[in-house]
């Protein structure tokens, strides 16, 4: 069990919550309910579940979490290029955003084969 804080890649998934949250202010409000609520549910569901993974009893559950959010990663990479295409974000903040988001899944990836090759402790 570790302060979620501490880690990286908590921090850079914290980092891309805020940007959608900017981001996603802008947008039309008659996408609240509809694209808006769902960036911002699957951008926090990443950050969300390194927190919670962290706290948890063993490597094992915790690579559980970081699955969940690598997989989180996935959707919202494919919701950013929903909103350029039709036209809520620019050519320029989709490749923004998009850059964050595969930054984090990669990050996310590596500690997932780290904790894998780690020897579980003796408890």
Not at 79 to 105: K, N, P, S, Y
Request: net charge neutral; proline share 2%; glycine share 4%.
């Amino acid at each position: 069990m570790q302060k979620f804080q501490q880690l990286e890649i908590w921090k850079k998934a914290h980092l891309l919550v805020l940007h959608i949250y900017t981001i996603s202010s802008n947008m039309p409000s008659s996408e609240s309910l509809g694209l808006v609520s769902n960036l911002r549910r699957t951008a926090i569901q990443i950050a969300k579940s390194i927190a919670e993974g962290a706290g948890r009893d063993s490597d094992a559950e915790f690579a559980v979490d970081l699955k969940r959010s690598r997989a989180a990663g996935h959707e919202l990479e494919y919701l950013v290029l929903l909103c350029r295409d039709l036209g809520f974000f620019t050519a320029e903040v989709h490749d923004e955003i998009a850059l964050q988001v595969i930054e984090v899944r990669k990050m996310t990836s590596g500690l997932i084969k780290r904790i894998a090759t780690m020897p579980e402790p003796i408890r």
